[in-house]
């Protein structure tokens, strides 16, 4: 992520409107640029990070656009791996043993007979040095003297732009107190990097569908408006990117500006996320129960459409995203939850069962795999359906269920007319 | 049915159980997304709720500690007052001692009175390296430091005002006492907040100079009663104690001149800076705002952009011309018998005069451990000399350091100086030195012009 020193001077707002300037990643100069700044970096493989502070410095010389340049450099170094030198002796013992020697100067006096170099001579001799590589093993622990190893991704210098209007984006959220989102889909990735950047929510239902998030932290509340949690929304940020539809609205309060700003954004932005969006099916059991589903059930051949975690259950503090909900195709108020709970840590499970508990989901059908040695006891207080299966669940068997639960839920189904006909069709 | 129960989350404090929410709980308590919640300082004050109420508290995971104190000192008789009206408060309050006269050691010996895990919270993390040192000295133990380069909570451990945040976020519950260094700091926005989510009962502040009650009165800034949750114990002020405790210390100005070479150089570029400044009218349409302006100019203005560069490259000259560089090898060399301590103000130049003169150098990239090293290797006289590059406002604690060679000139060197000359002590009768070392006919020197006659008064203290 960028430092603020490189994000402050590119925001700017209208009333009360924030808004952070972006690079056109049309644009010919900052595209020569940013090719600029990936040839620098390849041509110094092998260098001390000092001496990449130093070209960059010069290449930068009195343009204004320097925070383009910082910018996109810091993006490359902090993809970029420096390593330090290795040394006989670490740096520090060394400089032990010559401090112990100084002050000296470079010719004797009355009360400096040992000159620099007498003093490096002995160090060296004692330790079995070279004088060279006393020079160089010096301060061979300072960041600044460690060597390129490794440069990074190959980007393109459109990939770079595209990074770089990422990270002001990020950058801007450095200054917020509260973000708002609403998703529409790919709700177990977004509450997977809620948890993981250690936000606090606070979520409820759209009309309509999708949820909307408020994000903020444990003392936000009793503060006038915290930016402590600044960092880690501008962490969070490229997880909303990875759903299809969404919006966000921050409050945000940069130094320079008169009192809070908002800071709006929707899918529409022009943003690409480099968070990888988790796979389809989070476990074989998963897949296998899907395939089965739809070669048996899916299309014409049942009323029920099965989709994919497009339920959140609220649960306070936590949320539960069950892995499926089957939906009646003549009737989308008869859904039924299902979770299934296969080979898992006792921890996971733990958690798992305490969340199905808080859940008192009644539409919710659990399909938990025997070897567990989960009894129907560990499921006592909920008041969900359970199955509990040996090598993967029947899925006539589960399907019985369904019907059942649903009937009981719902009362009994009222197909629509010219549907019941489906199977004497062809 | 059993027991609701309180916990520490994040800096807060947050009723859990069956019926936690339906409990009807007076302030601090606050329902807040269907929990009753409030601020981790309010540990003491909610108490006699939580008792009424029957909630098991479970927030405290602090430890008892019992450690020996290998400080022989002998506590002056103001700071064994200052620590009674201490105790005497429930732990929590503030004292105000002024500078060198003995906080740490004052802080050292609340910690093996309050025989707890403590947290200490100080302004800079030169100032955290100070108190590592002093804490492993007097209680020959680990300690824990939390900052940015470093994070290692130990049932000891100092921190900065910018990161106790984080710290009492995740480890608030851990420490029973708190510590707070340089506490007329603490009402900063920022800062205040940290110190609101530590539910330590224990407190203890630490200042030369507490706020005025105006002064507390500021919109958006807090109240350092309200943050220590205790009132001011204890006061000395400096000329209570002259004498008795501070050193003696002259200054010597050295000043010093450009080669033609580096003149021509400064010439130029001032030329270009200052040209740019009057042309543009910036400290007259800015006030003390017009550096900030350069800085937003440059980004947009090419003329901005050069004046901007050009005063960078006056501040690298000056730091480092030949001149200086001369009298600072003649000045080691003077001193060859007395613990010498050299101050600059970049860092590149302070790890070239530590390669070139092979003295030990201190910067913000200096470890604890290393840091610690350093100065204990000072203070036997193993190390005869340090080079260091911060601007140490506050704090800063060489008592061995006999000459002071500021290679300085700007208004951060000022500071250091009339800083450090009040904590370098008497030993042996011998007065401390400072050098201040300056460029003949440049900005170094106007900027000592203004403010000479401010200084002459603080010198002569």
Not at chain 1, 401 to 420: S, T
Not at chain 2, 315 to 329: F, S
Request: with cysteine.
């Amino acid at each position: 992520m960028l430092t603020a020193d490189l994000i402050r001077p590119r925001l700017q707002w209208e009333g009360k409107t924030l808004s952070v300037k972006m690079v056109d990643k049309q644009d010919a100069s900052a595209l020569h640029t940013a090719q600029d700044l990936l040839t620098l970096l390849q041509s110094m493989a092998g260098q001390p990070l000092a001496a990449f502070q130093s070209s960059l410095e010069q290449y930068e010389g009195d343009r204004i656009d320097y925070l383009l340049i910082r910018g996109l450099a810091k993006i490359l170094l902090d993809a970029a791996t420096f390593t330090p030198l290795s040394t006989p002796l670490p740096p520090k013992e060394l400089r032990a043993k010559l401090f112990a020697t100084g002050p000296v100067f470079s010719s004797p006096d009355l009360f400096h007979l040992q000159t620099r170099q007498n003093a490096l001579q002995l160090v060296a001799e004692e330790v079995g040095m070279g004088i060279d590589q006393i020079d160089l093993t010096f301060f061979a622990d300072r960041p600044v003297t460690y060597l390129l190893t490794d440069p990074g991704p190959a980007w393109t210098p459109a990939e770079v732009l595209a990074r770089y209007n990422l990270e002001l984006a990020r950058g801007v959220l450095y200054w917020a107190s509260h973000v708002r989102i609403d998703v529409f889909d790919s709700y177990k990735d977004i509450w997977k990097f809620i948890k993981l950047f250690k936000l606090m929510f606070w979520a409820e239902e759209l009309r309509g569908g999708g949820y909307r998030i408020d994000l903020d932290g444990p003392i936000s509340p009793f503060v006038k408006s915290s930016i402590r949690y600044g960092r880690q929304f501008a962490a969070f940020l490229p997880a909303v990117l990875l759903c299809e539809q969404w919006r966000m609205i921050a409050q945000v309060h940069p130094p320079q500006a008169p009192g809070t700003m908002t800071y709006q954004m929707n899918e529409t932005c022009s943003l690409h996320t480099h968070f990888k969006k988790s796979g389809e099916f989070d476990s074989a059991l998963e897949r296998n129960f899907a395939q089965e589903f739809e070669e048996k059930f899916g299309g014409q051949r049942s009323h029920w459409i099965l989709k994919r975690e497009t339920t959140v259950l609220l649960l306070g503090e936590t949320v539960m995203v069950p892995d499926f909900v089957l939906v009646d195709k003549d009737d989308e108020n008869r859904q039924i939850i299902i979770e299934l709970v296969g080979f898992w840590h006792p921890e996971y499970l733990k958690r798992k069962v305490a969340k199905v508990r808080a859940a008192q989901c009644q539409n919710l059908l659990l399909l938990v795999y025997q070897g567990l040695k989960l009894t129907p006891d560990a499921f006592r207080e909920t008041v969900s359906e359970v199955i509990f299966f040996q090598q993967k669940p029947v899925i006539k068997e589960v399907m019985g269920a369904v019907e059942a639960l649903a009937e009981r839920l719902y009362g009994p189904r009222q197909p629509h007319k010219g549907q019941k006909a489906s199977s004497s069709s062809t | 049915m059993s027991r609701n129960f309180i916990v520490f989350q994040g800096g807060t404090l947050v009723i859990y159980g069956e019926k936690a929410a339906k409990q009807n709980l007076p302030p601090p308590f606050r329902l807040i997304k269907e929990r009753f919640r409030c601020e981790g300082y309010r540990y003491c004050h909610v108490q006699p709720i939580l008792e009424s109420q029957g909630i098991r508290d479970q927030v405290p995971r602090w430890e008892p500690l019992d450690l020996a104190l290998y400080d022989p000192r002998e506590p002056h008789a103001y700071q064994l007052e200052a620590l009674d009206a201490w105790e005497s408060l429930s732990c929590r309050g503030s004292v105000v001692l002024p500078t060198g006269a003995g906080k740490t050691f004052l802080a050292i010996q609340a910690i093996h009175r309050a025989k707890c895990s403590t947290a200490i919270v100080c302004p800079t993390i030169d100032i955290l390296h100070q108190w590592y040192r002093r804490a492993i000295h007097s209680f020959h133990t680990e300690i824990g430091v939390y900052y940015g380069a470093e994070k290692r909570v130990l049932p000891i451990t100092i921190t900065t005002y910018h990161s106790a945040g984080d710290l009492f976020a995740e480890y608030g519950n851990t420490f029973k006492c708190i510590i707070l260094d340089e506490v007329h700091h603490a009402p900063a926005p920022s800062w205040g907040e940290a110190i609101i989510m530590a539910p330590a009962p224990m407190r203890l502040g630490l200042t030369a100079t507490y706020p005025t009650e105006q002064e507390q009165m500021v919109a958006g800034r807090w109240r350092v009663d309200d943050l220590i949750g205790g009132p001011l114990l204890y006061c000395k002020q400096i000329e209570d104690l002259l004498g008795e405790q501070l050193a003696r210390y002259r200054t010597q100005r050295i000043r010093v001149v450009l080669t033609e070479e580096e003149r021509r150089a400064y010439e130029t570029d001032y030329a270009m800076y200052i040209h740019f400044v009057r042309e543009r009218q910036l400290i007259k349409r800015h006030g003390a705002d017009w550096f900030k302006e350069l800085m937003r100019l440059s980004a947009t203005d090419c003329q901005a952009r050069q004046a901007l560069l050009a005063r960078q490259r006056i501040g690298r000259l000056l730091a480092g011309c030949q001149g200086k560089m001369e009298v600072l090898e003649t000045l080691l060399q003077e001193h060859v018998t007395d613990q010498v301590l050299v101050f600059t103000e970049s860092n590149a130049l302070v790890y070239r005069v530590s390669q070139q003169y092979l003295i030990p150098a201190i910067t913000h990239e200096t470890s604890a451990d290393e840091r610690k090293d350093i100065l204990d290797g000072f203070q036997t006289k193993k190390y005869r000399a340090i080079v260091t590059s911060r601007v140490l406002n506050e704090g800063i604690d060489v008592p061995e350091a006999k000459v002071a060679i500021v290679l300085g000139g700007t208004s951060g060197a000022r500071e250091y100086i009339q800083r450090l000359g009040r904590v370098l002590r008497k030993a042996e009768n011998k007065e401390a030195l400072l050098y201040e070392i300056l460029v003949r006919g440049t900005t170094e020197e106007g900027k000592v012009q203004r403010r000479h006659a401010r200084r002459e008064v603080e010198v002569s203290c």
